[in-house]
């Protein structure tokens, strides 16, 4: 029941902040409406026992890369956006995408979700389901190479962004 | 999820907001008075005893200014900032215990508002969401002081961040655990102090950096940016802001207190006792330095962080990684 309520409660707002991200003209206003979806997002996952990923993305989605999306958006000051497109071609895409989106979504339900009668019963989680010991566990063993793999690729990134901000100024 | 529990939780989030509000004024009167004293002169003494309604005085009167907002102002952001600022301050306190268990109407009941898995995790993301209420104070105010205010100290809080959560990781190294009231726990022989003595030091540096407080109140440097990202706000949206600095020192003060100075735990007074005397000794050291140090400089500051705290504490996390492996 309770859990229902919450459901309810994250999913509205997770929902309205979405919607308020897209159709905002301030980016400023635009970069707090999404830290209003990362929010909600993360009672989700504390619903879904996931309490350490639930702290995780407060504090590095919500807490450290959307403030820095919000300083390059201050310090740009960026007034208005100036469309990539024109309208038309916009609109166009527009339906193309959203076209692609529909056509996905509605081969998941009609190949898994279609079938009559009970929906399978829901697995019981294993002890200490989502504690940061788990994760670590699982981190380190089953997904060990995606995970190095994963860490290579910052430093690229990392070892790149010093690089091109360095050229600027030799 | 029953009613007892609901009610019992009820209790203990008034308790704790009660203890802020309450201690704020406190905290501002001995900082006055600490203060004036250590320059030689004698502080807060006509109203109430002592001077110590003095704070409370002040409350009333922000109450009853008039509260201007600037004319080209974004205002509901300028109406969030000062709110977020407080509320991450006060989220943060729920994690950490402020006392043993006791028993109430035959219910067992741990004295903290919420023992989370993640506490330490939580704490950190709180605070770090604290960011938003002094950038969008800074930026919603539409003027030049209060934006520079508010992007020096969003870079200084993104900089601290990292090496006060690295010097913690040293710690929950050593217990396996992220939750706070089981930090404690582990405390019982000797407190974390003593084997984690460099990780504190850097813990309780990046705090004082975290809390904008002297000697590295940057983005409120008068001298040279007005009063920083309050510059333009007045009336209770400043003294919400003021609120907030307090009950952040709070924060850093009651974590650093669980994480290396065993929390709650004290020879013959009771629990609750000890950790209120531990909180006091510390907010006295943040009173103690604004009295002491002159503000660094901005380019110092930054230095500091990155070149020397940040090495330091990684430094510090591998020789206890090591240690932690050798002796298992």
Redesign the interface.
């Known amino acids: 029941m309770?859990e229902a309520i919450l459901f309810t409660l994250f999913s509205l707002s997770a929902v309205a902040f979405a919607l308020g991200m897209v159709f905002r003209r301030?980016a400023?206003?635009c970069a707090?409406h999404l830290?209003g979806v990362l929010l909600s997002l993360s009672g989700m996952f504390v619903l879904l026992h996931a309490?350490?990923i639930?702290?995780?993305q407060?504090?590095v989605y919500?807490?450290?890369i959307m403030?820095?999306f919000?300083?390059v958006v201050?310090?740009l000051n960026v007034k208005g956006e100036t469309p990539l497109l024109t309208p038309g071609s916009a609109k166009g895409f527009g339906f193309f995408f959203a076209f692609i989106a529909f056509v996905e979504l509605l081969w998941i339900v009609v190949s898994q979700g279609g079938t009559e009668g009970e929906p399978a019963p829901v697995p019981a989680l294993p002890p200490n389901f989502g504690?940061?010991?788990e994760i670590g566990k699982i981190l380190y063993t089953t997904w060990l190479f995606p995970f190095e793999v994963t860490s290579i690729l910052l430093m690229i990134a990392v070892v790149g962004a010093v690089v091109l901000a360095k050229r600027k100024f030799a | 999820m029953d009613a007892a529990f609901l009610i019992e939780s009820a209790v203990k989030v008034l308790i704790v907001l009660g203890f802020v509000l309450l201690g704020v004024p406190l905290i501002v009167w001995m900082e006055r008075k600490v203060i004036g004293h250590m320059q030689d002169r004698i502080g807060p003494q006509r109203v109430g005893p002592f001077g110590l309604l003095q704070t409370i005085a002040d409350g009333i009167k922000l109450f009853f200014k008039e509260d201007l907002i600037p004319g080209q102002a974004d205002r509901v952001v300028f109406f969030l900032a000062p709110a977020l600022s407080v509320i991450t301050a006060f989220v943060a306190l729920s994690v950490v215990p402020f006392g043993d268990k006791v028993t109430v109407f035959g219910r067992d009941v741990p004295l903290h508002v919420a023992d989370v898995n993640v506490a330490i995790l939580w704490v950190l993301g709180t605070t770090s969401m604290g960011v938003y209420g002094i950038v969008l104070g800074g930026w919603a105010s539409n003027s030049k002081y209060p934006l520079l205010g508010g992007l020096r100290s969003s870079a200084q809080m993104i900089s601290y961040e990292l090496a006060q959560g690295i010097s913690l990781v040293s710690v929950i190294l050593m217990t396996g655990t992220l939750s706070l009231a089981g930090i404690v726990a582990q405390q019982e022989h000797m407190w974390f102090i003593v084997p984690q003595f460099f990780a504190f030091v850097i813990f309780l540096l990046c705090g004082i950096a975290e809390t904008n407080r002297a000697p590295f109140d940057l983005p409120e440097a008068e001298t040279e940016l007005v009063a920083g990202f309050h510059t333009e706000y007045s009336s209770m949206k400043f003294a919400l802001y003021f609120l907030a600095e307090y009950a952040n020192m709070m924060v850093v003060s009651a974590v650093a207190i669980s994480v290396f100075f065993g929390g709650w735990r004290g020879p013959f007074l009771p629990p609750v006792a000890w950790f209120l005397i531990k909180l006091s000794l510390f907010l006295f050291f943040f009173v103690w330095l604004r009295a002491t140090f002159p503000r660094l400089r901005y380019d110092q500051l930054m230095a500091f962080g990155w070149k020397v705290l940040l090495p330091a504490s990684l430094l510090n996390l591998a020789v206890t990684a090591i240690v932690v492996a050798l002796t298992g």
């Open positions: 309770g301030n400023v206003h707090l830290v309490q350490f639930a702290a995780i407060i504090l919500a807490g450290a403030v820095l919000l300083f201050m310090l504690s940061p010991a």
